[in-house]
């Protein structure tokens, strides 16, 4: 063995990455930024597409603020079947 091979890694954050801004990933936030142009372009919906964006970033970021999986967690709570029961 040599000395290199004793050496400890340094820590980093790559287990525990810091949280996005808006605790969403990049794909989810430029989704909602398209949407909101695409209905921003449909005549008669200017307002809800120019609302529709802060309001959904602001909704996802309390959402996930405590743990970016709830969405996921929700989705797949959604698509169990009705009779599943994880008590029995």
Not at 39 to 57: D, E, I, Q
Not at 74 to 84: G, H, Q
Request: hydrophobic content about 45%; aromatic content about 10%; proline content about 10%.
């Amino acid at each position: 063995m040599t000395s290199d091979e004793k050496q400890l890694e340094p820590i980093n954050d790559m287990l525990n990455p810091e949280p996005n801004r808006f605790g969403m990933p990049w794909y989810v936030i430029l989704g909602i930024l398209s949407l909101s142009v695409l209905v921003f372009l449909v005549p008669g919906c200017k307002v809800f597409g120019a609302l529709l964006c802060p309001s959904v970033l602001g909704f996802g970021w309390w959402l996930t603020k405590d743990d970016p999986q709830e969405a996921l967690l929700i989705v797949n709570d959604l698509l169990l079947p009705s009779e599943f029961d994880p008590g029995k």
